[in-house]
């Protein structure tokens, strides 16, 4: 069973440009949790979908956004892109709601902003 | 709001020692408690989890944490640590598993002496 594929792996960007992750949750999964990971501030929720529909909410501006696919598949957005946003970005998945018990994260998105 | 704190962002043992990793929460209701692993390059792996049951949680690869609620405590041991054991370690914590995220601590980083 393929795991948590997350695209790209590394990723470059200037400030003010825009970016979209991807992250096919494992087969079957229907819930995808989006991390941010940096050194400072470790892992903050993002945000959490669940059918397409958006369960949780992290408190990050709306430059961050993000959906989910009929087939679970999730992409984040973010735009305007800031220094700070520079950072590994996490997606997890779970087989139902609610994704607590057991999350699989994939490798992540690097995404560098210049 | 809930919490999560790890005592010591770096942790640094010789192999074979005992490994103690902290992380003690905040709560006013019974919590959810993990311990996910992060290898270089990787996403997090599920380590153990508490979830109200016995208070001594074994995990994968020899680890285990114990639930001491008088302490708000849910510490992680390994009685021999192995050189593989280097990496990220982060302790997690929801309190309604049905609403809410999982929230993390900011990780403690274990390294391993020949």
């Known amino acids: 069973k393929a795991g948590v594929t997350q695209t790209p792996r590394y990723l470059i960007k200037t400030r003010g440009q825009q970016v979209t992750l991807s992250c096919s949750p494992i087969?079957?999964?229907?819930?995808v949790s989006w991390y941010q990971q940096t050194p400072g501030q470790g892992l903050q929720f993002l945000f959490e979908y669940f059918s397409e529909t958006q369960r949780n909410k992290g408190n990050f501006p709306g430059r961050f956004s993000g959906r989910q696919f009929s087939n679970s598949r999730s992409e984040m957005n973010v735009s305007t892109l800031e220094l700070g946003d520079s950072a590994l970005y996490l997606c997890?998945?779970?087989?139902?709601?609610?994704?607590?018990?057991?999350?699989?994260f994939g490798s992540g998105t690097q995404l560098s902003v210049l | 709001a809930q919490s999560v704190t790890q005592l010591g962002s770096h942790v640094s043992v010789s192999e074979g020692a005992l490994v103690l990793l902290r992380c003690n929460y905040s709560?006013?209701?019974?919590?959810?408690l993990f311990w996910y692993v992060q290898y270089p390059n990787q996403g997090l792996q599920l380590l153990l989890k508490?979830?109200?049951?016995?208070?001594l949680v074994k995990g994968i690869n020899g680890f285990e944490a114990e639930f001491k609620k008088s302490e708000t405590s849910f510490h992680l041991t390994k009685p021999s640590a192995h050189m593989s054991d280097a990496a990220e370690y982060f302790c997690?914590?929801?309190?309604?598993?049905?609403?809410?995220?999982?929230?993390f601590g900011k990780g403690t980083r274990l390294s391993v002496i020949a």
């Open positions: 087969s079957g999964h229907r819930s």
């Open positions: 508490y979830t109200s049951a016995a208070t």
């Open positions: 997890a998945s779970s087989p139902t709601q609610p994704s607590r018990e057991k999350l699989f």
């Open positions: 997690a914590v929801s309190y309604n598993p049905g609403n809410t995220p999982l929230v």
């Open positions: 709560s006013s209701v019974p919590p959810y």
